[in-house]
């Protein structure tokens, strides 16, 4: 005899620590799901669309500790959790393309971690530096492969991926300048990846629009240097200069950035090596109001452009693309 629907077998379900998803790849082959009341289980990730990691970093911000998988889940989700996304990166075995997916998956979870908290925590530099550090190696290894990262960077939400094409051009430029050792490296990586996070506090629209921004936006938009400071002022493992690439970004040699006006040798040179991947890296993403620039097309901006940017640092960012044309 059939049971009816009140005496079928209630689902079974097991408990997970939410951290152990924050290294983790986008795609799941199960269901995750919060605990409301005793007997009642809300389904927040499927199978069908994989991890967001908006609202992963969002609970985690609000003190979840747990997500609940099915018990007859349990294989999968112990199968999935042994190997998170940095093992894949490292994996000898793993395609290009995987560890692309890979690396791309652990910045993303951490950009959205970065971007969505008022202050940024000491787990977050902590995963930010591995994140960095795995760009490191791949400059190293398989620089091809972050062009590749930059033509996927230039979709998506523009903030998360402007830092990431930002953060990977600010190390290419100084690869090539020669002048810099890996430990370097790795906090302009991050100097890169963190330059933009005083936009999080501007309003929305800003970003957004489809115009030219008026006087008024125009001024908020030029204290979002100061604001990105405070937010990573009280901050530890951030190193200070990280903090005046963050604040500098905006400087330009000739004296009429912002937000202090300071000329070039006042400027931190690393901030300079940011301000021109910050801006490389805009022109040929598509935004609202305009189409993406080629290649050649935002070189030729960057060279006329005389005294925003560094000139030695100019020379060294076009030479990058007339070695891969010659290449090609």
């Known amino acids: 005899m059939a049971l009816s629907n009140s005496e079928e ?26 605990k409301l009341s005793e007997d009642n289980y809300a389904h927040v990730f499927s199978r069908a669309t994989g991890l967001d990691y908006q609202r ?11 997500l609940y998988a099915r018990e007859e889940d349990k294989k999968k989700v112990d199968s999935f959790l042994s190997r998170p996304a940095n093992d894949i990166f490292y994996d000898p075995d793993a395609t290009v393309g995987e560890k692309v997916a890979s690396l791309l998956n652990m910045t993303e979870q951490n950009m959205t971690e970065i971007f969505s908290q008022m202050d940024v925590p000491k787990e977050t530099i902590v995963s930010t530096k591995k994140v960095i550090n795995n760009y490191v190696h791949l400059l190293a290894e398989q620089p091809k492969t972050l062009a590749t990262i930059i033509k996927l960077a230039s979709h998506g939400d523009y903030l998360y991926y402007h830092s990431i094409s930002t953060a990977i051009l600010s190390l290419f430029i100084s690869k090539a300048s020669g002048q810099f050792n890996r430990r370097t490296l790795e906090m302009i990586g991050m ?22 921004l008026d006087p008024s936006d125009w001024q908020l938009m030029r204290q ?3 604001l990105g400071l405070s937010m990573i002022e009280g901050t530890p493992n951030i190193p200070d200069e990280v903090r005046y690439m963050v604040y500098q970004h905006h400087e330009e040699p000739g004296g009429n950035g912002y937000p202090n006006g300071i000329r070039s040798p006042v400027i931190y040179f690393p901030a300079k090596i940011v301000a021109i991947a910050d801006a490389f890296g805009a022109l040929i993403t598509k935004r609202p109001h305009r189409p993406a620039y080629s290649v050649s097309d935002a070189l030729r901006i960057i060279e006329s452009e005389k005294g925003k940017f560094d000139a030695e640092l100019v020379k060294v960012l076009v030479s990058i693309f007339e070695r891969k044309r010659n290449a090609a």
């Open 224 to 226: 979002h240097p100061k």
């Open 191 to 212: 100097g890169g990846f963190l330059h933009d996070i005083g936009c999080t506090q501007l309003p929305e629209h800003i970003l957004d629009t489809e115009e030219d």
């Open 56 to 66: 992963l970093s969002q609970y985690i911000a609000k003190k979840v500790r747990v």
């Open 9 to 34: 077998k209630k689902p079974s379900y097991f408990e997970i620590d939410i951290r152990l998803f924050r290294d983790a790849v986008r795609d799941i082959d199960f269901d995750l799901y919060l």
